[in-house]
Structures are given as C-alpha cells and as structure tokens.
Nanobody, 117 residues
Framework: QVQLVESGGGLVQPGGSLRLSCAVS??????????LGWYRQAPGKQRELVAR???????NYAESVQGRFTISVDNGKNTVYLQMNSLKPEDTADYYC?????????WGQGTQVTVSS
C-alpha cells in the first residue's frame, strides 16, 4: 500500500522540542531520485514546505525554521524525521510528510503540533 504515516506531534511550551516521524511505504521509498519533505499548514494559511531531504542526506530548509529544525532519514527503516527545537507559537500547525514536489495521492492525516504556554 502506498502511504506515508506521520506521528509525534503534541502540545509543547515555547522553547521546547518535538521529534516527528514519517513512515514511508517501500514503494515510495524505492523511487529513484527520491526527495522527501515535511510540510505544515497553520490555521487559515496555505501549506508550506519547511524541510526536505534526499536519501543521500542532502537537506534544505525554509528560512523560518533554519537552525531550529533538522530533517533526517533512516534508510533501514524507510522513515524520515523532523527534529524541532526552540519551538515558537508560530510553529503551531498540522505537519505532513510527502515527496517533493508533493503528490496529491500521498497526503496523509498529518500530525498536529501546538506550541503554547
């Protein structure tokens, strides 16, 4: 089954940390030149790409999260992670993983991150 399943969200105080995980089905992970990304959508805003990574580990970040978020992959587990540090209230959003550029069929349920005191 072709899918990506996100987990790891929750409620955290400003300045806190969370690690998100995305389990990627083998049929997606085996795509040549695969690039995976973490996207987020805040209430009332468009979905945006915040971090992306190739299977070889080349990364790229949105300016708003540069230096605070780290994307990584575990090729043995077909999993992509997003380590989020120094979280801010403006990081509150639903977070999704997908390929880059995104494929409409691959959007999952996402995982909710709320940063609030």
């Amino acid at each position: 089954q072709v899918q990506l399943v996100e987990s790891g969200g929750g409620l955290v105080q400003p300045g806190g940390s969370l690690r998100l995980s995305c389990a990627v089905s083998r049929s997606i992970y085996s795509i040549n030149s695969l690039m995976l990304g973490w996207y987020r959508q805040a209430p009332g805003k468009q979905r945006e790409l915040v971090a992306r990574i190739t299977r070889s580990g080349t990364t790229n970040y949105a300016e708003s999260v540069q230096g605070r978020f780290t994307i990584s992959v575990d090729n043995g587990k077909n999993t992509v992670y997003l380590q989020m540090n120094s979280l801010k209230p403006e990081d509150t959003a639903d977070y999704y993983c997908n390929v880059v550029p995104p494929h409409a069929r691959y959007w999952g349920q996402g995982t909710q991150v709320t940063v609030s005191s």
